[in-house]
């Protein structure tokens, strides 16, 4: 079974700074991309920083230079370093993972979200 434990949001105020975590477990085959989306309510989805087993990365226009997506590959975790953080950055987080079981498919999953509040 697999699964996405994330932890990290909480409340901050503007300009603060928290640091997202999202631990994979039961994962059989390989993880490809790991990333970050997040949604408010009312909104679609938005893709905020992913993050290729190559290490290439790819950020939301408006996180950049703000936020910086790692993974550690030892522990299949990946990481969302948010600085600078203002109060439109507040919504749900989600962790995304796309990795393959048979070496060419693609699977995704997701995570069970996790809050980040930005006190103005």
């Known amino acids: 079974q697999v699964q996405l434990v994330e932890s990290g949001g909480g409340l901050v105020q503007a300009g603060g700074s928290l640091r997202l975590s999202c631990a994979a477990s039961?994962?059989?085959?390989?993880?490809?991309?790991m990333g970050w989306y997040r949604q408010a309510p009312g909104n679609e989805r938005e893709l905020v920083a992913t993050i290729t087993s190559g290490g290439d990365t790819n950020y939301l226009d408006s996180v950049k230079g703000r936020f910086t997506i790692s993974r550690d590959n030892a522990k299949d975790t990946v990481y969302l370093q948010m600085n600078s953080l203002k109060p439109e950055d507040t919504t749900v987080y989600y962790c995304?993972?796309?990795?393959?079981?048979?070496?060419?498919?693609?699977?995704?999953?997701w995570g069970q979200g996790t809050q980040v509040t930005v006190s103005s």
């Open positions: 039961g994962i059989i085959g390989r993880i490809n991309a």
């Open positions: 995304n993972i796309d990795f393959s079981m048979y070496g060419s498919d693609h699977r995704y999953w």
